[in-house]
Each structure stands twice: as structure tokens, then as C-alpha cells.
């Protein structure tokens, strides 16, 4: 086979691979075709990377054959993760990518750098600029994911004009860099103010905003890797990085209208540190509780129940307790949904994976617009491990800081149970008049152990209905 | 402006309209598979790290080029692999439990 042919088929199965990840994606719009999805994106994948290994400009195959055991060996254990832990994970990944597309970045501009247009080094100095600021806030981010670093946000006075500054002299860096290319020794320094403005662009977001850091950062990944496939004139990256690109801005926006946050905001805004909330005129306010017992006999005596997950539940891995319970009541013919709002957990779509790994059908998780307009005719809403995201004041009371937030409409249920440690308020500090009103019951206690002895409840000496 | 350029453009703009339609279609109770599908279908930045580390130029080149490979591969390798365990675990009400 002449070059010019060989080059012409890697091409071609270059194309094809694009065909796989465009319909990989377009398959996820229903879980019934989502495996096929997968099928299409791998074989698309491994086809590109065949192809690649034939090229001929590729002749020492050594170095690449270790890299491929070495990635191939981290790869395997992060996809085998517990799903609890998929958002630290994805973090994780989003360092890698926008790493290795930072790096070949960096290779291209030393190999390059004699004969390096000023069109080429601005393409070059901004895909490491983007590719190194997502690397290391990644990092921070997967680090505040998995606790390592402190999840509160962590601000001082003047922090953005700091960080600001930091990215302006990146990007001055850069330009210096497009006008006088012999200064090579400028492209280092770049290199590290980049990486530092990454790490403190994420370290003052609290973890109650990660839903919308983490779809963002997946948005710089895609885009970094788009520009480097303007830089290698490759067309497989420009898509595939676009794909990804926008799925991360996609997703962005879904999370900041789910808080109702800007994106300025979810930036620069350091949510969840000093909330002086409303609190103040609170008055001596009564709660009423209930024991397990009691709340079995009302959930076995409802038609229509609905469950509102956080992640407190994921926390206290009650998720399969929870199973428990919706075989409990469904054995008794009461109509069991999950209620889902859009950042119930720590990543978009989180809470779906931890309900379903605990095989809860997903025909019963709803999202939130859907289960709101539901609500006013279910029974019992049960809500177990979240807080914010069922807070009426986000409705009603104009002075919280969450107000304008879309939230799950719990307290228009007939009753409303939840169950909580204790009355302390939830992790952004906010009070919910939720819990003061005449038809909520509190049941005080550890997620798992309380939805435990209602499941026991329900199975002993339960009448049915 | 390399001619390049604009033709790359072309493809970007295509591909995000693309992207963009065939996103905003995708079920949200699938939203966590769809962010490691797309990480993993992005880490076909490894076409490129093959090609850099491959081609052998300066040793700087090879190393560097080998460290993107792995990193890549990694997100490849685990994307798909978490992707597919995810969606294994969404079944309906129907699907029987083993």
C-alpha cells in the first residue's frame, strides 16, 4: 500500500470513529439504548487507536506499548470504583485528560518552537494555558471530592483580584511569548502560572457547588482538547473535544439554574460562608416527631408515597435500606416514586446512579418538574437526607439566601416525614420552616437505622391497608 | 491565518451544534454516565500522544508524549469501563432481580 493510501484509510477510520462517539452520545438519550451507546463509542475508540499504532511517522513502539500497560493499569481500578465515589473519580479524569492534552501541547511547542508562526504559538500558548488550569483545578477539586482537602470554601480578602491577576499574567505570558518567540524561556513560567491560577480558581468553591465546578471543568477538558486538535490539525480531537465541550457546558447550566446561580456566581461567589439567613426573627417554634413505628402504620395506610433522596442518605448508606422499604411498600400496594432534584447529589445525575446501583428501577426515579406537579395528590412524602433542596423559603421567603431556587414542592403533600440526625441546620447553615409545619412529622435519627426499623415495622406485625 | 484554521473551524462549530443537539436529548437520569462517556470518548487525545511519543524526535518529545499516552489511555480504559457499569445497574421495574 502507497503512504499517501495508508494515510487516506487512518483518515477514513478516523471518521468513522467520530460516526461511533456522535451516535454513542446520541444512544444516551434513553437507557434502553445507552449500552449500545457505549458499544459504538468503544469501537469507534479502539478503531481510531489501531489505526494510530499503523501510522508510519510512528516508528518506536516501546515507550508506547508501557504507556498503554501503565494507563490501561490506573484505568481499570478507576472504572471499578464505588459509585459513591464516581464524582472524585470523574474529577480525577477530567486531571488526566486536560493533563495529557496540556502536555502534548507543551511536546509540540519544543518540537516546533524554530519554525513556530505567531498563529501557531497563540493556538499552542492557549491550549496549555486552559489545558494546565483544568489540570490542577481538577486536582483540587477531586481532592475536595474526597475529602482530602477541606470541602468549606476557603476565601481571604481580595482573592479575586488575586486570582484575576494571576490568569492575566498567564495570558501577558503568552502574548509576550506570540511577539518575541525566541524568549523560549517564558513558555515554562506560563506553563506554571496557569497551573497555579488552576488551583485557586477551584480552591474557594464549597462543596455544596462541586455539581457545577465538576461540569465545568468537564467543559475545559473537552475545549482544551478541541484547540489541540486545531493545533495538530486533527479533526478527531476538534470533534471529539467540542462533543465533550459542550456536554460539560450543557451541563453547567442545567446545575447553575437547579441553584439558581450564575456562573459568575458559582465562580466567584464562595457560597455557603457567612449566610446571616433570616434566622433572626425566629421565634421558640415547635416541632412534632414521630417514632418508626408510627411511620410505618402512616406510610402502610397511604396510596402514593414520594421519596426525596440527598446525599445525606448516600452518606449514611442507607441506599439499599431504602430498596428495602420501596419492596416493603410496594408488596402493600402503596404507589412508592423518588422525587430527584438536579443536585441531590455530588455530580449531575449522581443520585440516579446510587438509587439504581441499589436496583431500584429507574422508571421510579422522577425528576423534580414531573414529581412536582404530582405532589399535591401524594400522600406521604418522605424525605431522607436532604435539606436544602426541599426548603420552602426558596419559595416564599425573599431574605433566604436560596431564594428563586427551583426545589421539590414537598410541603405540598399531605404529610410530610423526615428523617434527620437532629434539628442543627444542614451544611449551608440555613433554617427550613419545612420542618415547623402542622403536617410534618421529624423522625429524629440515623438515616439507615431509622428507615431500618421502619422496614421492620412494615414487615412484623404490619396489617397492610 | 493558516488555512488550516478555518477549515478546523468549520469542523468546531459543526461538531458543537452537533454536540449541543444531541446533548440536550440525553435523559437526565443518565447525566453521571454521559460526563465519564464523554471523558472517555475525549481521551482520544491519545491518537495524538501516540503520534508525538511514536515519532521519536527528542527525547523531551518521546517522554513527554509516553506520559500523555498513559494519562490518556487511563481515560479511555476507565471511562468506557465505568460507563458500561453504570448502565448495567438501570434496570425497570419489569427486569427481574437475579
Known sequence: ?465 | MPADFLSNLYVFILAGFIGFEVIKRVSPLLHTPLMSLTNALDAIVVVAAIIIAGRHETRLSTVLGAVAVAASFSNMVGGFLITDRMLRMFKTGKTKKP
Open chain 1, 1 to 465: 500500500m502507497s503512504a499517501l493510501a495508508l494515510q487516506q484509510l487512518i483518515d477514513s477510520t478516523y471518521i468513522v470513529a467520530v460516526v461511533g462517539f456522535i451516535l454513542s452520545l446520541k444512544w444516551l438519550s434513553s437507557p434502553v439504548s445507552a449500552k449500545r451507546g457505549v458499544l459504538a463509542g468503544e469501537i469507534g475508540a479502539a478503531l481510531a487507536v489501531i489505526a494510530t499504532l499503523a501510522n508510519p511517522e510512528v516508528v518506536q513502539y516501546k515507550w508506547i506499548i508501557i504507556a498503554l500497560a501503565i494507563g490501561a493499569g490506573i484505568g481499570i481500578p478507576l472504572g471499578l470504583v464505588h459509585m459513591t465515589a464516581v464524582p472524585q473519580r470523574t474529577a480525577l479524569s477530567h486531571a488526566f485528560g486536560a493533563l495529557s492534552a496540556s502536555i502534548i501541547g507543551i511536546a509540540e511547542y519544543y518540537v516546533a518552537t524554530p519554525n513556530l508562526t505567531k498563529f501557531g504559538m497563540a493556538e499552542i500558548g492557549l491550549e496549555v494555558i486552559i489545558g494546565s488550569l483544568t489540570f490542577t483545578g481538577s486536582v483540587i477539586a477531586a481532592g475536595k471530592l474526597q475529602e482530602i482537602l477541606p470541602q468549606r470554601p476557603i476565601t481571604y480578602k481580595g482573592q479575586n483580584v488575586v486570582s484575576l491577576s494571576v490568569l492575566g499574567a498567564a495570558i501577558l505570558l503568552m502574548i509576550a511569548l506570540c511577539i518575541h518567540p525566541d524568549y523560549t524561556y517564558l513558555f515554562p513560567i506560563m506553563v506554571v502560572v496557569a497551573l497555579i491560577f488552576g488551583i485557586l480558581l477551584v480552591t474557594p468553591i464549597g462543596g455544596a457547588d462541586m455539581p457545577t465546578v465538576i461540569s465545568l471543568l468537564n467543559s475545559y477538558a473537552g475545549f482544551s482538547a478541541s484547540l489541540l486538535g486545531f493545533v495538530l490539525n486533527s479533526k478527531v480531537l476538534v470533534v471529539a473535544g467540542a462533543l465533550d465541550g459542550s456536554s460539560g457546558f450543557i451541563l453547567s447550566v442545567i446545575m447553575c439554574k437547579a441553584m439558581n446561580r450564575s456562573f459568575t456566581n458559582v465562580m466567584f461567589g464562595a457560597f455557603g460562608q457567612v449566610q446571616a439567613s433570616s434566622a433572626a426573627v425566629e421565634e421558640a417554634r415547635t416541632v412534632r416527631s414521630a417514632t418508626a413505628e408510627e411511620a410505618a402504620s402512616i406510610l402502610s395506610a397511604a396510596s402514593k408515597v414520594a421519596i426525596v433522596p440527598g446525599y445525606g442518605m448516600a452518606v449514611a448508606q442507607a441506599q439499599h435500606k431504602v430498596r428495602e422499604l420501596y419492596d416493603a411498600l410496594t408488596k402493600k400496594g402503596v404507589d412508592v416514586r423518588f422525587g430527584i432534584h438536579p443536585v441531590a447529589g455530588r455530580m449531575p445525575g449522581h443520585m440516579n446512579v446510587l438509587l439504581a446501583e441499589a436496583d431500584i428501577p429507574y422508571d421510579r426515579l422522577i425528576e423534580m418538574d414531573d414529581m412536582n406537579s404530582d405532589l399535591p395528590q401524594t400522600d406521604v412524602a418522605l424525605i431522607i437526607g436532604a435539606n436544602d433542596v426541599t426548603n420552602p423559603a426558596a419559595r416564599t421567603d425573599t431574605g433566604s439566601p436560596i431564594y428563586g431556587m427551583p426545589i421539590l414542592d414537598v410541603d405540598k403533600a399531605r404529610t410530610v416525614m423526615v428523617i434527620k440526625r437532629s434539628m442543627n441546620p444542614g451544611f449551608a447553615g440555613i433554617d427550613n420552616p419545612l420542618y415547623y409545619l402542622d403536617k410534618t412529622l421529624m423522625l429524629f435519627g440515623d438515616a439507615k437505622g431509622f428507615v431500618g426499623d421502619i422496614v421492620r415495622e412494615l414487615s412484623g406485625g404490619g396489617s397492610g391497608h
